[in-house]
């Protein structure tokens, strides 16, 4: 067997047919036009773009001019949480993010706490659940926006996003959701999510790096982050990514055709790894929740085995995993998510996090299986054998 990837939730592979799609607005011919040109080739870029905008729209259930493209997830993230924070700051001072949100939220918290703001950073359950009667509480009459994402990057956890954001609408309060993770395995709509703004990003659907996109109600008003040509209506200056908007259109096109199957089936590789996982590798515990989580996630805790060992003994076989968001890897921080869900110290430095894709096959995840027992067992031992020699 080749190599096996399984770290889906980092990054996906560009589809040929996404690839393809791209090419001429690359190339010579007449497709590489600024969509800002007046001249045919501008406005072969410029029908391109417009027709992208459109899907994507199509997709999420908005309309075309509430999408803003963006250079991806974090950008949108920054764009929507500052943005909006700025815009409406004659209302208040206040804002509230969950905890176990994706650093593009939390550091935007971060720098709207060094430029004067107030910021909650609501608490989580075990299960990296967000209560939405906590959202309730901390809503005070200064607080311009709250953002919750829809799941969470690491352990798959789905929120309660339309009970939070009925909370928010009913106290006048903007609500923001980072989708960056659910689009590509879960219906989102804007209008039945009931968000003001969402978050989305290519590279986790098959699409090229460095393109995403922020949803944006119409009549709501935001400072943007970038300024310039005044393109995408004043809200992102710059010009147009077209080979890659073009490339995000596709890959939601073809993500369409097929969510529902593909999060299916992944579901059902999913729980008949954890099943056997759980038979064979003593004490084992799932992170996350058991049923309200992304079909394609697992985590999972092996005590007496550090995730960091566990993931270059994968790797040496061939099998790409990780340790925590992949954004924070490099780093050795324990994962802020699992921290904040409360873990003992123990389960937060052995997590392990695989993610499946529309590729992933079940003889994959045996092959996974088989190698996670068999390293378990020698590093178990060696760690057994450090402590007798100690
Ligand atoms: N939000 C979430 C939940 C993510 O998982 C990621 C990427 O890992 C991002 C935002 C950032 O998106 P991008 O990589 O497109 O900047």
Redesign the pocket.
Known sequence: MGRIYLDH??TTPVRTEVREAMEPFLAESDGFGNASSIHSYGQHAKAALDNSRELLAAALGAEPSEITFTS????A?NLALIGLAFAHRAKGDHVIVSSIE?D?ILNSAKFLESAGFRVTYVAVDSFGLVDPQSISDAIDEKTIVVSI?HAN?EVGTIQPIREIAAIARERGVLFHS?A??SFGQLPVFVDDLGVHAL?V?S??IYGPKGV?ALYLRRGIGITPLLYGGGQERDRRSGTENIPGIVGFAEATRLLLAERDANSERMQVLRNGFLQKATAQIEGLRINGHPTRRLPNNINFSVPGVEGEAMLLNLDIAGIAASSG???ASGSIEPSHVLLAMNLPAECVRSALRLTLGRKTTEAELYATLETLVRTTQRLRQMTDHTLTAA
């Open positions: 939730s980092a991806g997830g974090t950008e993230d994706h593009a994402m990057n980072d960056v993770q978050s990003s590279h986790k995403g968001s992949a954004c």
